[in-house]
């Protein structure tokens, strides 16, 4: 068995239900992604599974918008490896699968995928680069599932 050029730790500072995720396949699906990029070398990643009000505050705090959101990334600058810290409202995320009408676990994976692209300096700001970002990670997510 390989070791995985990406390292995930885990936070769960909300309640959720039983077998939304899976830490391998997050890791796998981490580890995908950044090869997909082309990202060299290893990863350190943190992922907090959280609620609307931890993100809303994490939201005010470092990007001065008061209010909740689905996803959240943090790039921590530490070369040569990639670090950062995520956090996903799995309350949110969970709303958006209904509105959606798929699973929460592919919500879930598509937030992941987001905040992925996030580290890497992709945006969602103005429309042309987040047509760019929505593309790729749906690309990303469908290749994931497609394989696995």
Same mark, same amino acid.
């Given at each position: 068995? #390989? *070791?995985? &050029?990406?390292? /995930? #730790?885990?936070?769960?500072?909300a309640r959720? !239900? $039983?077998? @939304?995720f899976n830490a391998r396949d997050l890791q796998g699906l981490a580890a995908f992604?950044?090869?997909?990029?082309?990202?060299?070398? #290893?990863?350190e990643l943190t992922l907090d599974l959280t609620g609307p009000a931890r993100i809303? !505050? @994490?939201? $005010? %705090?470092?990007r001065?918008?008061?209010r909740a959101t689905d996803v959240i990334s943090f790039r921590n600058a530490a070369p040569p490896r990639l670090q950062?810290?995520? !956090?996903?409202?799995? !309350?949110?995320?969970?709303?958006?699968? %209904? %509105?959606m009408r798929h699973p929460h676990r592919r919500e879930l994976r598509l937030? =992941?995928?987001?905040?992925? @692209?996030? @580290?890497?300096?992709? #945006?969602?700001? *103005? &429309?042309a680069p987040r047509r760019r970002m929505f593309k790729?990670?749906? *690309? /990303?997510?469908? $290749? =994931? *599932?497609?394989n696995n």
């Open positions: 068995m #390989t *070791e995985s &050029p990406v390292s /995930l #730790t885990l936070l769960k500072s959720f !239900a $039983r077998g @939304l992604v950044l090869g997909s990029e082309k990202v060299k070398g #290893t990863a809303q !505050a @994490l939201n $005010r %705090r470092f001065g918008v008061d950062g810290d995520i !956090a996903i409202n799995v !309350a949110q995320a969970a709303a958006q699968a %209904r %509105r937030l =992941w995928i987001h905040a992925l @692209l996030h @580290l890497l300096g992709y #945006t969602d700001y *103005e &429309p790729r990670q749906n *690309e /990303l997510l469908r $290749r =994931w *599932e497609k």
